[in-house]
């Protein structure tokens, strides 16, 4: 069964207990929560898209490993044409869902993990790499969920690992034995935790000798004994707890903390351990491989933000008029060329020794600046072309009410032809573009501050070679 149905997935999710707060309480299922369950969503739609005749095309691809047809989120990127059908896949995906589907940071950090998997066996004799390919094994047949777990706590950002006062600021190994290691520590923003099946647990930051206790890769169940996962809040909640007003969007993101009080974990599962020059390599893999993501899915989500402009003009009696095609072309400039970026990056993928492509590096975080800082104007632009009642649409529960529905009704009517309900749906997608907080919040750091996608341009794009190509031209010779 490597591909499962929606159903099949949430079925799966019955099989894990894992321990969860949410919002100051302990949730035994918490699957059936209301705020979890529009996360759940987002995710059972990838599973349905992939048994559609037209979404299979992008989510559907054949596995060397196992000899079937997998979902392509749980596949090496084992060619351009491969990181090609990934941002495709995205694009597609984030036209239909309006918002994240957390299942590319797994599928990110297999391709990132392997590479460098490889080259530690390769330099200290390890059998990590055959370890990661029974893991994506097992994951290929069952068709599951893998949550990237990357970001540490890191308390002071100033300090290295092994240099913090309290040594659990970043994870690391606790203990060691014949049969697998013990972990501690926390890793913040786990986009859709509670989503998944499994977690693949990366270093963060690159390392040194006396950093190596933290150089640790590992997957682990996201039930395992002593992982717990806290949700943590976001803005338009409210709605869903009160399960109204929340117009079409049946979707959500999130992106809980996840700490790891000692949790076992068996060799077999274990990926990286000690060996720390491969850590700093390990997450800049990840680092631009999601950057990479990022073109495709922010450009889908684009994409909605664009026609939710464009269709409320239509809906406020404008459909034509110069300044808001104009800031239409804008929009479509700024989703255009992340998307380019990370078509560009796939195109110029190079091969590694693993078997795994590794994406154009300079062009996928170029991919991401764009988003980090131009994808705010964009949204800037849909509220711009939409109007004031992005704020302040009333509740559905006025609407129902017999003495003001009706008032509503009459007095928030756009252009003839179009309903009120209508009107009124737009401005709650629009309201929710704009707003929900890990969206626009992982346009800036989603995949890494910005600050490190520029390091990455700066140690990719080889500044030495173009010096060289001025000073030639401008007739400079050096010794
Ligand atoms: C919605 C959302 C989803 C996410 N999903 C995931 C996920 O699924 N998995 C995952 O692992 N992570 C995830 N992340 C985490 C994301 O990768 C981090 O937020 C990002 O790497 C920045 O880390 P930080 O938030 O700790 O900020 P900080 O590292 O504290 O950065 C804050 C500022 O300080 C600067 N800074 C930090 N350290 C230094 C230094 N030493 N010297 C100089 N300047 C410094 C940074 O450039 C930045 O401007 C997600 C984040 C968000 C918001």
């Known amino acids: 069964m490597a591909l499962k149905t929606a159903e099949q997935y949430y079925q799966s999710l019955k099989d894990l207990h894992p321990i969860s707060y949410i919002l100051g309480q302990k949730v035994e299922n918490s699957y059936d929560h209301p705020l979890i369950k529009h996360m759940l969503a987002g995710v059972a739609r990838t599973y349905a898209l992939a048994q559609d005749p037209e979404g299979r095309e992008y989510l559907v691809a054949e596995s060397k490993l196992i000899g079937e047809e997998v979902s392509r989120f749980v596949k090496f990127y084992e060619s351009r044409d491969d990181l090609l059908a990934k941002v495709r896949m995205l694009k597609f995906l984030a036209q239909r869902i309006g918002t994240c589907f957390m299942r590319c940071t797994g599928m990110d950090a297999m391709s990132a993990v392997g590479i460098e998997a490889h080259n530690c066996d390769k330099k200290h004799g390890t059998n990590y790499w055959e370890r990661l390919l029974n893991f994506v094994k097992h994951v290929q047949k069952n068709d599951l969920v893998v949550f990237s777990g990357v970001t540490d ?43 998944a099946h499994w977690g693949l647990i990366v270093p963060a930051r690159e ?104 269709a409320a003009a239509e809906y406020n009696g404008l ?123 992982s346009n800036i750091h989603g995949a890494g501050s910005p600050e490190t996608h520029k390091m990455a341009i700066l140690r990719n794009a080889d500044i030495e070679s173009k010096k060289k190509l001025a000073k030639n031209l401008a007739g400079i010779k050096e010794e």
């Open 153 to 195: 706590v890191k308390g002071d950002r100033s300090l290295r690992p092994s240099q913090q006062k309290d040594p659990d600021m970043y994870l690391h190994v606790v203990d060691k034995n014949g049969d697998g290691i013990v972990v501690r520590g926390a890793k913040i923003h786990q986009t859709g935790s509670l989503c």
């Open 207 to 310: 390392m040194r000798e006396a950093d190596k206790d933290y150089a640790v890769c590992f997957a682990v169940p996201v039930d395992a004994e002593g992982v717990v996962h806290i949700y943590g809040r976001g803005t338009l909640e409210a709605r869903e707890l009160e399960d109204v007003d929340l117009g079409n969007i049946e979707y959500s993101k999130f992106a809980p903390m996840v700490i790891f009080k000692d949790v076992f974990v068996p060799w077999d599962y274990v990926f990286l351990c000690g060996e720390y020059e491969f850590a700093g390599p390990m997450v800049r893999n990840f680092g631009n491989y999601h950057r990479h993501s990022h073109g495709g899915c922010k450009c889908g989500v684009g994409d909605v933000l664009i026609g939710a402009a464009a």
């Open 319 to 441: 459909p034509n008029v110069s300044h808001i095609n104009a800031k239409l072309v804008e929009m479509i400039k700024t989703c255009e060329a992340m998307y380019g970026c990370s078509i560009a990056a796939s195109v110029e993928a190079k091969p590694t020794e693993s078997g795994i492509y590794m994406v154009d590096p300079v062009l996928s975080n170029t991919s991401k600046l764009y988003e980090g800082k131009e994808l705010h104007e964009v949204t800037r632009l849909m509220i711009e072309i939409a109007g004031g009642m992005v704020a302040d649409v009333p509740s559905d529960k006025d609407f129902q009410n017999p003495e003001i529905g009706p008032l509503l009704q009459k007095y928030l009517k756009g252009v003839e032809g179009v309903s009120t309900e209508d009107r009124v749906r737009l401005f709650r997608l629009i309201e929710k573009l704009a707003f929900e907080s890990r969206d626009i919040v």
